[in-house]
């Protein structure tokens, strides 16, 4: 059993105990230890077999116990039952039209169906009135969900990593290629699918339906599929005959508004040929969100970036030492590394005073000398004080060669004074950096009202960067807004914010997000050498 499989496993055996309202804490652990097993170098079930799985991060001996039982027997027995008992296909199905999986499980209950076919079945013969508490207005609203045509779309975007995890799973198995947002690396994905070239289009559709993810099928015709998975996101499969592969291709991609005005679009086997047939350069798909018929720019590259400018440590909230930092980033090819641990007023998890923002620059010092010639960057992650001014006195600032500037509390202020209390910390003249500029966190916090323009200003006039923060649930700048800020003429700073080793594997999702907004390498500072960057660096 591969590692990917092992770890599908667990993700379902989260997902039911989750719908099974068992411990949260046990359903996160199992998640937690999928995605450790996804990363894992070696094969999960060679440990298993020679009693060192729990050399991995977060296996103990409780999930240990279900490895072992899942390498050796194919299957674990308790996630069978909670298949057979929480019909996930109903619960994927219900979650899809709007119900929680409790919902859904008692409205199962009620009618006796096992599976979205006979729930539809009894939706059509007039049966969810009878159910206790679903009224006509429910029964209307599902009935119309039950039939809705065209794009099918989640409640609420995936991020970005979850959404490329999911599709890249998916194409990786049918064969064929991701397509919708994902392709076009938007911040938030709602439409998911998967293009597929062949002549027969049946086999490849069973083997979508038969997926692990897909827990029941909303739409089928013959050449195309709708499946849910157990958290009622819809994908979409296309099976395109292999000489209109292209032409479905670039459909499937979108946006809709891009390939409408495209539109009418030749038949071709593949997109360059699609592109040829319209007398256009081929367009990155990050690009195709607007309307465009141009040539497109040399957009900034993930082989460019020379280094990484935003990390932690466990000095705050990371979980990797300085050093181990540095040889990971070193390993990806980098020249240097900015550590930025927190400052004190961030308040939720550990800042460094002062005298520890010291203390770590003697750390700092000894780690450059056994990773020279890569270079590790003494840098701080300065929270923005309520009045503009910052969380450390001036000469420690000083001291770095790096320092970014983040608001963290107080989002919510109104624009004048938010704005204000930004622009004041920028006239700091050692700020290089502002961090994740309008504070968002995708699905759970608004963008913060800065003005942005006037920032711009103020940036440009100081010298200060804007940075592309690469954590999935940032994404931040946007790239509508790095758009503006390379139109100011501010220069960008593609970073990571890592907390771990593997945190530094975002770089690729702030890199595609400033692709988005049309970036060029000359435009990304941290594509320069070191010299160019810092100056002056510390001995
Ligand atoms: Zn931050
Ligand atoms: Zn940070």
Known sequence: MENPEVADRLDAFAALLELGDANPYTARAYRRAAETIRGAPSSVAELVRSGRVRELRGIGPGIEARLRELVETGEIAELAELERELAPDLVGLGRYLGLSAKRSVELARALDVRTAEELRAAAAAGRLRGVSGIGPKTEARLLEALAREGEPRPRRGLLLNRARELVGGIAAVVGGEVAGDVRRWRDSCELLAVVCASRDPRPVLARFTGLPQIVAVV????????????????VELVVAEPQRFGTALVRATGSPAYVAALEPLPEAPDEQTVYRGL???WCPPELREEPFRGAPPALVDLTDIRGDLHCHTTWSDGRASVEEMARSAEERGYEYLAICDHTPAVGAV???????????????????EVVAPFRVLRGIECDILPDGRLDLPDDTLAELDWVQASVHGGQRMPRRELTKRVEEALRNPDVRCLSHPKGRIINRRPENALDLERLFEIALEQGVAVEVNGLPDRLDLRGEHVRDAIEAGVEIVCSTDAHSVRGLDNMVLSVM?????????????NTRPLPFVVSPISP
């Open 350 to 368: 550990r800042g460094l005073t002062a005298d520890e923002v010291r203390r770590q620059g003697e750390e700092i010092a000894a780690a450059n």
């Open 219 to 234: 739409e089928q015709d013959e050449r195309r599929a709708v499946g849910v998975t157990v958290d009622g996101v819809p």
């Open 513 to 525: 997000t400033a692709r988005r907004g049309w970036a060029t390498p000359a435009q990304v500072l």
């Open 279 to 281: 007398g256009l350069p």
